[in-house]
Each structure stands twice: as structure tokens, then as C-alpha cells.
């Protein structure tokens, strides 16, 4: 079961899983992604989603933080089954940003519904057709993101959760031609602000996530673009000019 928790410091959240639940969820994630230039207009989320492969893989080949955990396993249930085994699991954790996992988690909503356009060939409410509602690729990026917003939800006010909620769900999707850089930005304000607003910050978060037409995001989008021209390279391989913190989780 992928567990999600806010980390100590409020940076970002931590999620963690046994072997099976993270290596499920990274083939998972790299099948809903699709092939390359599968989804040209989505290239740079489709990146970040790709960071978030990185250390999945990473962390249940053993190279981020590992967690024991108690099983419930007691000695009574040993002497029934007749049969000696381990009291705790392993559980393999790792930490992402909160700006990123805030976006990671919209993202996929996207990729969902094109995966499940692509396969019942209906643009009409495809989450209900027959080839997708028991999807098991769906179910498993399902469990992230439930999981990733019970952890704030038990960690915000009610009216903060209802608001977070209605601005990460929309009917359409809308992650096309995102300028991810944008994230790199809202990365390094949350680094340097002080621990106490950063829970705070989340719906802050989410609605500068979302708001397009926001200034600063069309001011940073107006920047890439006119860089990138003059460079002659793509928009998603600009990269910011930014020194990031180290990071205190």
C-alpha cells in the first residue's frame, strides 16, 4: 500500500511502499505516460512525471530512505498457522517537493484521461467506458494521488482541503504546452520560506498552479519563449538561471 506523509519540515511529502506497491506504480506510471512523442504538447509534465519515475526506481532498488514497519504479525497468529516468519516489512521512502507533487498529481489526471481516450475511442466521458473504469494502470496512479491528498487533507483546514480539491480536479484537460520552469520558481520559494507558512502555503500553491493567466506565469512563459527563440532551442530545454537551497525536509 503506498503511504504518503507530510515531511518534518513541510518541504514536500514522503511517500513510501513496499517493493511490489512502488515498482507497480513506477510500470504503472511509465505505461500511462505513453511513448515518447506520444503526447508532443505535454513533453515537459510528461518530464516531470518521468523525475518522479527516477526515484521511485531509485528508492525501491534500495537507494533512498527505507522504513520498517510492525506487520501485526504476533506469536499467536504464528502458533495457528504453524509457521515462523518476520514481525515487520520493509517499506523503501523517498521525498518530493511539494510545488512538484502538487503539479505530478494534476498532471496524471491529464495523462489518465488520454490513455483512456486513446483506448475507448470516445471523447464523451471515457473514465466510464468499459476498456478503462477497472483500468489497473488507472487504479494503481489512483492510489498516489488519494493518497497524496488524504495526507494534506488530515493535515488542513476543511475549508482549505474543499478549496484545494476544486482546484486540482478539472473536467478537460489542461497540462498542454505547460511551462514547467515555472515550477523550478515555486520549488525554490517554498526552500526559502520559513517552516511555519509553508503548510499554509499549499492552496497558495495549487492556485498559482492553475491560474494561467496569472502574471508571473505569463511573464515567465513570455521569457522561455522569446530565450528559446533567439537560442533556436525547444521551450521545455531552457532551464532557469536559479540557485536552489539545500534542502531541509
Known sequence: ????EL???HAGIAIAGDYEDLEHLYDALIRILGDEDEYP???AARIRVLGLCYDIRHAYMGDRDIKVIDNNMTRE???LTGKVVHTTNVYYE???LMPEILFIVMALNDFCLLRARKESKQMLDPMRHKKII???DIAQIRMLQ???F???ARALEPRAVTRLLNLMIQDYPWMDGYFTQYLDELNVEILEMAQDKRLKFVTVLAKRLTELDAPDYLGLRHEVKDYAKAMGIAPDEVRLNLDYPDVEW
Do not use: E, G, N
Open 77 to 79: 497468529k504464528m502458533k
Open 41 to 43: 504538447a505535454y513533453a
Open 7 to 9: 515531511t518534518p519540515r
Open 150 to 152: 488524504d495526507c494534506l
Open 94 to 96: 523517498f521525498q518530493v
Open 1 to 4: 500500500m503506498i503511504k504518503a
Open 146 to 148: 488519494s493518497a497524496i
Open 134 to 136: 477497472w483500468d489497473r
